[in-house]
């Protein structure tokens, strides 16, 4: 089958979404292909959390904040490896991103805010339900209502060029039939990480083996890196690969419960029954931690008040049953009761946790300077989770510019080309900050789709 369209956008995740939106209400027609049987990607399993500078929340909270403070946290996040022209980008474009996700989109917020890792104010938005099926469904429904295709179970599997170079259109393989699609303006690649792919890890980053499990989408494979590199693109940051400290020891997927974390409700010790990390201390800085210790693993303990402000039962109780069922949460009356249950050194667990209480009444964490305390850890019941880390976001990428055009090996712009997401490298250097992702990925796909309708 062959079909000529303006735009063909790969993958519909938030990426995609949110370039074809742009694009077709700048007048382009665009259709969007997706590999999987249902659109959403990374996007819809993650907590879909925002970072957004100087927003409303943040206003009402009287925190002071500003687009230069979150580029300056994110270039001190990425170890200063990212590329501080796309960084600025993200920082100037992240507070636009979420009005519109907001008033375009029809994306509800909460009416509060999280404090994640490595900021240095608190800054980041949550979607109703503190889950990205709040991005997808409603970017869905906006791109029904503008009659954007999405054709699903539809790979792409390789991108055509004329004879200088330029993308005139991709290759892709439906059910039914092979199809080609030509395109009058653009081919825009939001084909996500590689998260997923084993051995495109292990090419990169020999140490992200099979050993680690990993909390992406199945779809996360690497398929829009391959296809551009094949076309000349350049590839940045490819041995980036973080991993998430809270994840289920059994599959690897993230855990939700760990909202009460980034809510600064929950302390976290190791077997031995000590705190051995700032819980609210970058991911891969905790990551690391953790697999430092007995078990390769971690447990994380939160009281009652901080479970109910944390509001894990309200949006989460799928996953809350499922780690009972399989034992990966206990409840209980007394540390000891929950220490128990883990087998975790009860003495030295109360220890701990007698002096966390006693750095929330001083406003002072003097072991390991954690930056948020809203609250002790004081009333029954007690709830634990045993979690480890995860392979959960490939920051390296396709090179793009600040307009979202891929650029190849020579430094040129490849014609007919855009990519935003997380199919790019370069914009969070050696590791993403969470609730970075939903604003690099609103930002540069906007920027693509309007600029590849032009
Ligand atoms: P981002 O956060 O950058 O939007 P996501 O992981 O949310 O990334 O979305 C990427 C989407 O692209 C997923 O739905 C994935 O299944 C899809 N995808 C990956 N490879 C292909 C491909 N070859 N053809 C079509 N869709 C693809």
Redesign the pocket.
């Known amino acids: 089958v062959e079909e000529t369209h303006d735009i063909v956008v790969?993958?519909?995740?938030?990426?995609?979404f949110s370039a074809a939106i742009e694009a077709k209400m700048a007048g382009a027609d665009v259709i969007i292909?997706?590999?999987?049987p249902v659109?959403?990607?990374?996007?819809l399993i993650s907590g879909a959390e925002y970072a957004a500078p100087a927003n409303w929340l943040q206003e009402k909270e009287n925190i002071k904040d500003n687009p230069e403070q979150m580029a300056e946290d994110m270039l001190k996040g990425g170890d200063n490896k990212n590329d501080p022209e796309l960084v600025k980008v993200v920082a100037n474009g992240a507070l636009d991103g979420a009005k519109w996700l907001r008033d375009v989109v029809g994306v509800e917020w909460e009416n509060e805010l999280m404090f994640f890792g490595g900021h240095s104010v608190k800054r980041s938005l949550i979607p109703k339900g503190a889950s990205g099926q709040e991005i997808i469904v409603k970017q869905q429904a906006k791109a029904k209502e503008l009659g954007i295709k999405v054709l699903c179970n539809t790979?792409?599997t390789e991108l055509i060029t004329d004879e200088n170079g330029k993308v005139v259109g991709v290759k892709a393989e439906g059910p039914d039939a092979n199809y080609t699609f030509k395109t009058n303006k653009a081919v825009i690649l939001?084909?996500?990480g590689f998260g997923s792919n084993i051995e495109m890890r292990k090419k990169y980053n020999p140490e992200i083996d099979e050993n680690i499990l990993s909390t992406n989408?199945v779809?996360?494979?690497g398929?829009?890196i391959v296809m551009a590199e094949k076309v000349g693109a350049e590839l940045v940051g490819m041995e980036y690969i973080q991993t998430y400290p809270i994840c289920d020891p059994l599959t690897g997927t993230l855990l939700y419960f760990d909202d009460a974390r980034l809510y600064g409700h929950t302390v976290i010790v190791n077997k031995e029954g000590k705190r051995f990390v700032e819980e609210l201390g970058r991911r891969d800085v905790m990551s690391m931690a953790i697999k430092a210790q007995t078990d390769h693993c971690c447990y994380e303990i939160v009281d009652q008040n901080g479970y109910e402000q944390s509001k894990l039962e309200e949006n989460h109780a799928a996953e809350i049953k499922y780690l009972y069922d399989n034992k990966l949460l206990v409840k209980g009356d007394t540390i000891e009761e929950v220490a128990d249950f883990f087998k975790i050194d009860s003495t030295e667990f109360k220890k701990t946790i007698e002096n966390y209480n006693k750095y929330v009444d001083a406003g002072k964490d003097p072991e390991f300077n954690k930056r948020s305390m809203p609250s002790k850890v004081e009333k029954a019941p007690f709830y634990v989770i045993k979690a480890v880390p995860a392979v959960h976001h490939t920051m390296g990428g396709v090179k793009i510019n600040t307009n979202a055009q891929v650029i190849n090996k020579d430094g040129k712009v490849i014609e007919g080309l855009y990519a935003a997401?997380?199919?790019t490298g370069g914009i969070h250097g050696t590791n993403r900050l969470g609730s970075n992702?939903l604003a690099d990925?609103t930002v540069f796909g906007r920027i693509a789709g309007c600029n590849a309708s032009k």
């Open positions: 790969i993958g519909a995740g938030g990426a995609g292909l997706e590999k999987l659109p959403g990607g990374n996007t790979p792409a939001t084909t996500g989408s779809g996360s494979t398929d829009g997401g997380e199919v992702a990925i």
